[in-house]
């Protein structure tokens, strides 16, 4: 078991924040983006549709689940990919900060091998090397994400491999999107992190990890609409990474790979460029 500490002020805000409200709205959101024919969300003006069910389970695939494994679901919210994953894998782990997180989830999708669990993801109860596979699916952004990648090389087993998605903290400066959608979220308070995603990329070994396969998006929508890229560009909004361990994880958990605000506000904010 760790023995870490996590935040105990990010903490709050995250268990103030991940709510049955937040269940409700964000449930909603995913229901109109599986039905979606334009591709805009009708809950929120002007933003794109979250990603629908067909590209979570694309995404998903990346990992080649197989019925002998055993599968971590990090932040796992109501819950949303619990059936896909409890058809996949004979034991499912289903982990979220928050309480009421996971008992929306006990209540929806309640299998016989998914065991649900409360805990902050830097702080896992789970003994050293117990997962084949692990999903982080559009959690990483409200992690303290090295302490929560050292975390994850913990629980995996040897050759283990993790699915990982995020915003990057520097998108185009005409993803105007983006941008409202940041600002949006700031001013809810949402737990929103962006990763340097080319930093920690170039730090994986510390880790004890390599990247399987890694997917860009240039702008926000492009993640929903199948839009990828192989090829890391100077600008993108969000990313897809498949991780495997190959070796110790050594990490300097000094380093800081995110911020709460991106650069490419910060520069926008200055009236840049």
Known sequence: MSNKKSNNA???IRLSYWNENYVKYWKARVDEANDATTGLSALVTGDVATTGDERYL????LLG????QSVLELGCGFGRSLPFLSQLA??????DISEQMIESARRNFAAANINFHV???EDLPFEAGKFDRIVCFAA??????????????RVSKMGGRILLTGKNDSYHYDDRQAYEAELGARSKGHPNYFTDVKKLLGDLGRFGFETVSAKYFEYRG??????ERTEMLPHFYEYLLVLEKIGSCRPDLGVRYYGAVSKTCVLLQRGLP
């Open 10 to 12: 990010h903490d709050q």
């Open 58 to 61: 694309q995404a998903i695939d």
């Open 65 to 68: 689940i197989n019925p002998t």
């Open 90 to 95: 004979d034991e499912v782990a289903a982990v």
């Open 119 to 121: 805990a902050p993801s």
């Open 140 to 153: 990483f952004d409200a992690m303290f994400q090295a302490e929560a990648l050292a975390e994850m090389h």
């Open 222 to 227: 492009d993640f929903s609409s199948g839009r």
